[in-house]
C-alpha cells in the first residue's frame, strides 16, 4: 500500500532532506544524551555501517551504542517528556518481517532499512526509517505515530511501542543471527504535519470535554440535598459510617459487595454522571462514592448524595 493513498492525514513532500537532530547513547545503560545534527546522506551511511557485537545479549547491551531521531530539552536525560522534536518515524518489524517487504509498505518515499542484531534467515526482522520534512513535537508524537502507522496491520505491522518519542534503537549491528544488510530507498519525504493538525484538533476537543465534566461535577458536589429534617442528617451520619447501611445502599443500586485485603467494597454502581457501572465505595469504613473513570468522567459525592440520584 502506497502512503497517501489509504492513510488519512499524511501528505508526502518532494525536496531537501533538512539537517536531522540525532540523539545518541553509549549503551543501553548509559543515560547520558549526545546530541548532534546531522545530514540525512550522514545518518542514512551510519544506519547502514554495521559494528561487531559479539556475546549475549546482556553484553551487547552493555557495549552497543544506540541512537534516537529526537533533540531533548537542554541538561535532560532520556525520558518522553524531555522530548523536544521528533526528527524521523522509525519502525521496527519484529515478526518474520524481509526487507523489501516492509519498504513496500512505504513505496515512494525516502527511507532506509537494515537488519537487526536478532536478524536470521529462519526468523527475518528489520528496522525502516524515514526522514520527515518536518519535526514533529515530542509532546503530541505517541499519537502522531499511532495514526500515521494504524493502516499497518498484521501480519506484517512494526512495533506499536516505538511510538514512545524518547525510544531509542541499536545502531546496526552484527549479533547472533545474519546474513545482515541494509537497503536505501529514494522518495519523497514524510510530511506528518497534517496528522500532527489532527492529533493537536483532537487532543483540544478531549481537553475541553474534560473541563466540561469537571464543572458539571463541581456543581452538582454543591448542590448537596438540603438536611432540614433530623432524619436526614440520621441518614448522613448512618451512611459515613455505618457498614450495614453503606451495604444496604450497594444492594439497592445493584453494586457488587466483594472482600479483599479483609474490607469489603462496593463496586460495580451506576454512575450518575458516564453512565457506566463503575461507581464505587468502602463498605467497611468511611469515604464517598467515585468512579473508576477518574480521567473521562471524575463522578465524585458523598453516599448521601449518590443515593439520591438513585
Known sequence: MALGRGCAGIRVQARQVPDLAVTYYRSLMDTQPHARHLTWEQLRADLRTYRAAAGSKMDRQHSCPLWSPVQLRPGCT?????????????????????????????????????????????????????????????????????????HLQPPLAPDRQCKDPSRAYFVPAVGCGGLHRSRYQPGSLLDLRPTAAAVQQAQEAHRQAQEARRATQRQRRGQTIPSTTGLAREAQEALRHDPSVRQALAERVGAAVVESAGSRKARGAPCPSCGRGAVWWAVD??????????????????????????
Open 78 to 150: 532520556r525520558s518522553s517528556a524531555a522530548v523536544l522534536y521528533v526528527s524521523a518515524l522509525v519502525l521496527d518489524y519484529d515478526t518474520q518481517a524481509e526487507i523489501g517487504a516492509a519498504l513496500a509498505q512505504w513505496a515512494g518515499l525516502e527511507a532506509v532499512a537494515y537488519t537487526t542484531w536478532s536478524h536470521s534467515p529462519a526468523a527475518p526482522r528489520c528496522r525502516v526509517v524515514l526522514p520527515l520534512a518536518t519535526s514533529i513535537a515530542g509532546s503530541i508524537w505517541a499519537d502522531v505515530y499511532a495514526r500515521a502507522t494504524e
Open 285 to 310: 469504613g468511611t469515604g464517598w462514592a467515585r468512579c473508576n473513570h477518574r480521567n473521562s468522567c471524575g463522578y465524585e459525592a458523598s453516599l448521601y448524595d449518590y443515593g439520591a440520584t438513585q
